[in-house]
Each structure stands twice: as C-alpha cells, then as structure tokens.
C-alpha cells in the first residue's frame, strides 16, 4: 500500500513480485494484499494466471531460460542445474498451479490453460523470447508454447515427455489420481521416486530420494 500510494501501483506490483519472489524462494507464500487487487488487475503487465505462481528468478544479463518441473514436484527440483545455468544465463523458475507455494485453483484444470498461463509469465518478465526446458509435464507445457505461441520461444528441451498419452494409460491415470484424492501425494509418493530415480543411485544418495 505504501509503495501504491507515493510510487503508483506498477511500482508497487514490482516490488510485491520481488518480495513473493523472494519469499518462494525460501519456500514461503507471500499472500496477495486484498487491498491492492482491483489495481494489480488493472495493470498491462500484471495479470491474475500470473501472480498465481510462486517464481524465482536469478539475477543476470546472460540469455533468459525458464525451468518448468514435473508433475508432483516444485521449482526446487531444479536447484542444482538452475545454479549452474545462473552462471552464464538469466534463470526463472516457477511452481505449476497446485504445485508447491502456488495456487491451487478450484476444480481440474486442463493442460491448455498451462500454456496460457506461461505465455503471461514469460511476457510479464520481459526477458522473452526464452529457452524453456521442461520435463514431463514441464515439457508438455513447453509443446503448447511452441505451437500456440512460438515469438515467445528461441528453443526447446523438452525432456521425458508426450505429446499424448494412448488410451490405455487412461486406467492408469485414473488410479493415480484416486489415490490422491483419498490419500493426498503420500500415497503415490514412493512410487514416483522410485520411477524417476534409479535404486543405486536411491542408495548412493538417499536425501534426495527420501519422500518430503
């Protein structure tokens, strides 16, 4: 509010993004100010799909590249490569909604609205057009940026994803998704870890195949 009133409400939507991102960055929610949110919709350059994710962001002058995750994961997934890249790369990763410190939006939401919803994240930060890599989901993301809005991308990773799944893996999908919903991710949590990394390598590094 105070920045609102002497600096005017893009400087304060500024400020606001620095702190939440800040506060993501440590693994807090900075809640949006109730009072300045009829303002902040009002801006160009601020829009609700975007202040719905919990971002963070590197500071640099190298080529912008965004990190997008894995379903069930968060931004922290990609804290070792993201500080390698932070070297020679203006980094921005972010949490999907219902994911980590981010929203979690009534009801299912449909993948094309992931696209949407980065098209203002990456539009909004102003470094575009990015290199996005993603991963599962991070890069089903990354093919809908591509084909609907391709001036917002220089290149692509897109690693262990799909364009689509078949419809015999809609049995599978539909038991992974009852089992959150009456057990939340513990009940699918040592399942998907031990999908995504490999028993020897669980062995050698067991903090980071060990369920938060």
Same mark, same amino acid.
């Given at each position: 509010?105070?920045?609102?009133?002497?600096?005017?409400?893009?400087?304060?939507?500024?400020?606001?993004?620095?702190?939440?991102?800040?506060?993501?960055?440590?693994?807090?929610?900075? =809640?949006?100010?109730? &009072?300045? $949110?009829?303002?902040?919709?009002?801006?160009?350059?601020?829009?609700?799909? !975007?202040?719905?994710?919990?971002?963070?962001?590197?500071?640099?002058?190298?080529?912008?590249?965004?990190?997008?995750?894995?379903?069930?994961?968060?931004?922290?997934?990609?804290?070792?490569? !993201?500080?390698?890249?932070?070297?020679?790369? /203006?980094?921005?990763?972010?949490?999907?909604?219902?994911?980590?410190? &981010?929203?979690? =939006?009534?009801?299912? /939401?449909?993948?094309? &609205?992931?696209?949407?919803?980065?098209?203002?994240?990456?539009?909004?930060?102003?470094?575009?057009?990015?290199?996005?890599?993603?991963?599962?989901?991070?890069?089903? +993301?990354?093919?809908?940026?591509? @084909?609907?809005?391709?001036?917002?991308?220089?290149?692509? +990773?897109?690693?262990? /994803? /799909?364009?689509?799944?078949?419809?015999? %893996?809609?049995?599978?999908? %539909?038991?992974? @998704? $009852? $089992?959150?919903?009456?057990?939340?991710?513990?009940?699918?949590?040592?399942?998907? +870890?031990?999908?995504?990394?490999?028993?020897?390598?669980?062995?050698?590094? =067991?903090?980071?195949?060990?369920?938060?």
């Amino acid at each position: 509010m105070q920045g609102a009133i002497y600096c005017g409400v893009p400087a304060a939507n500024t400020a606001f993004k620095i702190a939440d991102g800040s506060c993501c960055a440590e693994g807090r929610q900075l =809640p949006a100010p109730q &009072s300045l $949110a009829a303002p902040m919709r009002a801006s160009r350059r601020t829009t609700p799909s !975007a202040r719905r994710s919990c971002m963070s962001r590197s500071q640099g002058k190298g080529p912008p590249v965004v990190l997008s995750h894995a379903l069930g994961l968060d931004l922290h997934m990609w804290d070792a490569l !993201a500080a390698r890249l932070a070297t020679s790369s /203006t980094v921005l990763r972010y949490d999907h909604r219902g994911h980590g410190g &981010s929203a979690v =939006p009534p009801g299912r /939401t449909r993948s094309t &609205s992931w696209s949407t919803t980065r098209r203002a994240l990456i539009r909004e930060w102003g470094r575009g057009p990015v290199a996005w890599i993603g991963l599962s989901m991070g890069g089903m +993301v990354g093919q809908g940026l591509a @084909i609907r809005h391709p001036e917002l991308l220089r290149g692509a +990773v897109l690693a262990n /994803t /799909t364009a689509r799944y078949p419809e015999a %893996a809609a049995a599978t999908w %539909a038991a992974r @998704i $009852a $089992a959150v919903e009456q057990g939340g991710m513990a009940a699918v949590a040592d399942a998907v +870890v031990e999908r995504y990394l490999h028993a020897d390598y669980r062995a050698a590094h =067991p903090s980071r195949g060990r369920v938060r």
